[in-house]
């Protein structure tokens, strides 16, 4: 059984910062790339950002220069920094992790989603 768990929504202000936080447990046998999507209401999910176990990263054009991800092999964690939020930033977001548990093919695995509100 794998779960991703995720900390650090809530309610900002313009220009304000959050960080996201999403741990990986149980029975994980190896897990390459970690993603945070976001879902506005209305909209499809997207990808923001994405880290590779090496550190490769990857992001959206909309948060370019903005937002950080970073992850810490050690503790199956990733962190999402997001600075100079805007209004258009608020979406549920979700952490995102292809995972092998065992010799097969890596199987989804989705965290519960946190809010993240951007409003004055």
């Known amino acids: 059984q794998v779960q991703l768990v995720e900390s650090g929504g809530g309610l900002v202000q313009p220009g304000g910062s959050l960080r996201l936080s999403c741990a990986a447990s149980?029975?994980?046998?190896?897990?390459?790339?970690m993603g945070w999507y976001r879902q506005a209401p209305g909209k499809q999910r997207e990808l923001v950002a994405s880290?590779?176990?090496?550190?490769?990263?990857n992001y959206a054009d909309s948060v370019k220069g903005r937002f950080t991800i970073s992850r810490d092999n050690a503790k199956n964690t990733v962190y999402l920094q997001m600075n100079s939020l805007k209004p258009e930033d608020t979406a549920v977001y979700y952490c995102?992790?292809?995972?092998?548990?065992?010799?097969?093919?890596?199987?989804?695995?989705w965290g519960q989603g946190t809010q993240v509100t951007v409003s004055s």
């Open positions: 149980g029975s994980i046998f190896s897990m390459n790339t």
């Open positions: 995102n992790a292809p995972i092998k548990t065992g010799w097969g093919k890596p199987y989804d695995y």
């Open positions: 880290i590779t176990s090496v550190g490769n990263t």
